[in-house]
Nanobody, 125 residues
Framework: QVQVVESGGGLVQSGGSLRLSCEVS????????MGWYRQAPGKERELVAR???????DYADFVSGRFTISRANAKNTAYLQMNSLKLEDSAVYYC???????????????????WGKGTLVTVSP
């Protein structure tokens, strides 16, 4: 069973920084892309940043160079360093992991998406 667990959220003042972590645990899988999404009250979930297994990254326009996504493949962990936080960054941040399992000796595989339960980020004035 694959589990995705986020950590690192909390209360921070505007202009401050937080570092979120996302650990994927389980056995018998590899991880394709990982990503961070967020959802504020009354709004839809939106992409913040994502990173491929090879380290290619993609950011939402609102990040504007303030956030950095990274990953430690050996630890099945992704990080989101958030700097210069704004009030509008307040949201629940969710980690997504695209997981691949090999299902037979011929190399057939199944890809599946896993989500964590989220970690709350609150930015205060």
């Amino acid at each position: 069973q694959v589990q995705v667990v986020e950590s690192g959220g909390g209360l921070v003042q505007s202009g401050g920084s937080l570092r979120l972590s996302c650990e994927v645990s389980g056995r018998g899988f590899s991880i394709n892309a990982m990503g961070w999404y967020r959802q504020a009250p009354g709004k839809e979930r939106e992409l913040v940043a994502r990173i491929t297994s090879g380290g290619n990254t993609d950011y939402a326009d609102f990040v504007s160079g303030r956030f950095t996504i990274s990953r430690a493949n050996a630890k099945n962990t992704a990080y989101l360093q958030m700097n210069s936080l704004k009030l509008e960054d307040s949201a629940v941040y969710y980690c997504h992991a695209g997981v691949r399992r090999i299902v037979n000796v011929e190399g057939a595989y199944v890809d599946r998406d896993y989500w964590g339960k989220g970690t709350l980020v609150t930015v205060s004035p």
